[in-house]
Each structure stands twice: as structure tokens, then as C-alpha cells.
């Protein structure tokens, strides 16, 4: 082999060995630059004849091109690797299942709100909305339960450190019995001196709040409110409104329900309604679920209306309790965790 032929065997050897553009700009160097070994070839042409220089020179001048073709080839190679290399990293397998975002449920309590909702409601009932943060009058007050009487304890509540404009305490609400007294004045403030009034017949539910947390109660939990008020609603209406209520909740004839004597300042009588299943796990047991009663009269004096022409009933159930039954949960605060092993059982 000629010195040039090997020359330019060592120099694709070393651009082979090259693994980077930075390496193969060394070995280049070391072949092509400036004190290159073709450079170095090319000024020993200096001490040839004329006629040498001619043949030597065309030699060299082939040998210097197979150099730069073996770079350019190399450079190349070098090039498709880190192209490839990039495609790889970067790699997207299209057949690969997608990464979806799981379908949501409506929340159990949600739930049960809205069967509430649906029952009542085809029962003609309105459904009110009101604000979680009351005023004492609205929670307290107004619902036959004067300032500083015992009775308050029993919703014993979060007070606001504020007052409204009009100078009243503010708290979080502790039961939606103060939408019994919003939505009653609303409505006898809007047939006012028209000689007659349709019947009040409304449900509010929502959330409430009382300083207590055990398995069957969370500071936050929720009460649906009824209230019907007309001339002649008796404690009768609400034994058969709430009974039917109940068979069409838990979609069963085979329960029973128990109206237990009880106390609330607003109503006189009160009860305390309980519900017994004839069959399944809770077989027997009786088991509380709403306060009712006939509406107090100074509670309707505060609706705006005449006690002695509107009478009627009202009561307040808790949607969590209905749910905790219906699913068979054993703990209240399950529902307010928010932990999806929980909360997805009820998709
Ligand atoms: N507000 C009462 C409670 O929170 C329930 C109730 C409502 C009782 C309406 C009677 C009438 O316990």
C-alpha cells in the first residue's frame, strides 16, 4: 500500500472512531488542518522537481478528496445517528391506550338531594334556596327562640364576629328552618292585599352547620326544610305527606315510620320522626331522620301572617342520614373526605 493509500486509511479509521461532531472536528484537524498531515504532504512538494511536483501534487491533491469525501460521509452518518437518537427519545407509541379522564358521579349526597327534589316536587312543592351565612334573627329569633334562651344550645352554632347593616349577629347557619321564615314573608309579602293566598308548599335543602363531629354528625352536613302552610294543614297531612316521602325514597311499602314527641321552640306539637325497614340489614331498627311539627304561632305572626287563618306544618330532614341508609354507610364524615375509593362506589 502507498504511504498516500495508507494515509487515507487511518483517516477514515479515525473519522469512524469519531463518535461526536466535535471529535470527527478534531480528527479532521489532524488530517486537513493547517499543520495537517496532507498540509504537511503538500509543502514537501517544495523540494520536488517541476516534473515530481506535477505527479506528486495531482497524488496528493486525489488523496486530499478520498479524505474529504470519508469526513463528509462520516459527518453525515454522524448527523442520521443524532437524528435517530432524537426520534427515539422523543418516541410516541400512537397505539398506546389514551389516557382519559374518568367519568365523574354525582356525589351521593348530591344524590339523594336530588331524589328529594324529584319526590317533592311532584308532590307540587317549590324548592327554595337561601344563604348559609344567617342572621341570629332568621336563625334564631324569628323561629320562637328569643336571645339567650337555653333552647338555642340545641343548634348551638359558628357565630360570625360581624353584623349586618341592619346591626344583626351573623352565623353560619345551623339548620334551614330560617328558610321557613324567608320564603314565608317573600310569599305573604307578595299576595298581600289581594283578599286570598295560595298555599305555601315548599322545600328548601342545603347545607348547615353545628359544632359537632362523630360518626353520624359533621360540623357541615345538610337539612332539607319543608314547610306547608294553609288554612286548614293539620299534623294529619304531615303523617301522610312524609310517609309517602318515605315508601317513594326508599322505593318500598315495607317501612315504617314513628312520630316520637319531642321539643323545638318553632312548632308545637314536635316530633322527632323515626323510620324502621321491615327487611334488610337495618332490619327493625328504629332509626331518626327528621324534626318535625305544626308551625308555632308567633312563628307565623313572624311569616307576616294571621295564626288564627294559616296553620300548618314544617319539618327538617337530614339528606346525609337518608343517604347513609339508602347506601348502607356507616359513617357520616365518609361522605365530606372526599376520597375518590369512597366516593366512586356510588358512580
Ligand atoms: N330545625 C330542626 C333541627 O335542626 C328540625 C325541625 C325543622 C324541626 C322544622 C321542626 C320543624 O333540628
Not at 410516541?92 to 338531594?113: E, F, K, Q
Not at 344563604?131 to 357565630?159: G, K
Not at 314547610?227 to 299534623?235: A, D, K, M, Q, T
Request: glycine fraction near 8%; hydrophobic fraction near 40%; charged fraction near 25%.
Amino acid at each position: 500500500m502507498s504511504d498516500l493509500d495508507s494515509l487515507v486509511t487511518s483517516a477514515s479509521a479515525e473519522f469512524g472512531a469519531a463518535m461526536t461532531p466535535a471529535d470527527l472536528e478534531n480528527a479532521k484537524a489532524r488530517f486537513l488542518g493547517k499543520a495537517g498531515r496532507v498540509t504537511d504532504l503538500l509543502k514537501s512538494l517544495g523540494a520536488l522537481s517541476v516534473e515530481e511536483k506535477k505527479a506528486r501534487g495531482a497524488e496528493i491533491n486525489a488523496t486530499k478528496q478520498r479524505i474529504e469525501a470519508a469526513l463528509h460521509l462520516r459527518r453525515q452518518a454522524l448527523a442520521d445517528a443524532e437524528l435517530d437518537a432524537l426520534l427515539k427519545a422523543e418516541a410516541l407509541d400512537v397505539t398506546l391506550p389514551g389516557r382519559h379522564r374518568g367519568i365523574g358521579g354525582l356525589h351521593p349526597v348530591s344524590r339523594a338531594m336530588e331524589r328529594i327534589e324529584a319526590i317533592f316536587g311532584s308532590m307540587g312543592f317549590d324548592i327554595a334556596d337561601g344563604p348559609e351565612i344567617e342572621t341570629d334573627w332568621y336563625s334564631f329569633t324569628a323561629l320562637n327562640n328569643p336571645e339567650n334562651h337555653p333552647a338555642r344550645s340545641m343548634q348551638d352554632t359558628f357565630y360570625v364576629d360581624m353584623k349586618d347593616a341592619e346591626g344583626r349577629w351573623l352565623n353560619l347557619r345551623p339548620h334551614t328552618s330560617p328558610m321557613q321564615v324567608r320564603y314565608a314573608r317573600a310569599h305573604a309579602a307578595k299576595y298581600a292585599g289581594m283578599g286570598a293566598m295560595p298555599e305555601i308548599r315548599v322545600i328548601a335543602p342545603g347545607r348547615t352547620y353545628r359544632v359537632d363531629s362523630d360518626a353520624t354528625h359533621s360540623p357541615m352536613f345538610h337539612q332539607c326544610e319543608g314547610l306547608w302552610i294553609g288554612e286548614n294543614v293539620s299534623f294529619k297531612d304531615l303523617k301522610s305527606v312524609f310517609t309517602d316521602f318515605c315508601r317513594r325514597y326508599y322505593e318500598s311499602d315495607d317501612l315504617e315510620l314513628r312520630f316520637r314527641p319531642s321539643f323545638f321552640p318553632f312548632t308545637e306539637p314536635s316530633a322527632e320522626i323515626d323510620i324502621a325497614f321491615a327487611s334488610g340489614p337495618l332490619k327493625g331498627q328504629w332509626l331518626e331522620i327528621a324534626g318535625a311539627g305544626q308551625v308555632h304561632p308567633n312563628v307565623i305572626r313572624n311569616f307576616g301572617l294571621d295564626p288564627e287563618r294559616h296553620i300548618g306544618f314544617a319539618f327538617g330532614m337530614g339528606p346525609d342520614r337518608l343517604a347513609m341508609l339508602r347506601y348502607g354507610v356507616n359513617d357520616l364524615r365518609l361522605f365530606f373526605e372526599g376520597d375518590l375509593r369512597f366516593l366512586s362506589q356510588f358512580k
